[in-house]
């Protein structure tokens, strides 16, 4: 009976112990949930449009450049009107395309193209009377220059426009009406010998 005694007794003493290494072991209660992330702020259409621009490459023709940095002052106003090309570049070899240093005329086998004054001005612009929202909407999505007339020419990568949905077309076209007109009539393409009828 006194070994009975005595490991109840060295039991009862272990048992606190037992207890106190068990609630060690026990795992850690999972950490609370970060909050979600607060979303982003809606972006107007301007905005919106402005990176659409932005990421489209809009700029590396239709903005003038020098040193080939944006002057900021004709940005997306085109080819500029002082500049005169009327000859394509002679290029020879497996070379087929040229551009001037402005990135703002492009000459190959479909003659030579001008970048165009993407601007609000009323008279050289978007906001002359021959375009509108609806225009713009169908030049991208035809690649018809003012959505029904000639071919838009290369480089202008309209076919890479068509798709977008007519949301983000809104927003570059309000994007456009938002900067500041620069008034620059910009010439209108010369076909390749060949291409005229």
Known sequence: MRFFHRRVAVLSACLPIAVAISACNQPQPAPAAAPAPAAAPAQSPVERGAV????G???????PKDKGQI???T???GHPSSLKIT???KVSGPWVIATNDMLTTWSGPWGISYAANITPDPETGLKSSAWSEDAFLKAMKTGKHIGTGRDILLPMPWFMYKDLADEDLKAIWAYLMSI???KNEVP???PAPAAKK
């Not at 659409?52 to 990421?55: E, G, H, R």
């Not at 490459?57 to 903005?63: M, T």
């Open 75 to 77: 940005m997306l106003s």
């Open 87 to 89: 000859a394509p570049n």
């Open 188 to 190: 209108d393409p010369i």
């Open 57 to 63: 490459g809009c700029h590396d023709c239709h903005s």
């Open 52 to 55: 659409l621009v932005q990421v």
């Open 180 to 182: 500041p007109p620069v």
């Open 71 to 73: 002057i900021k002052a």
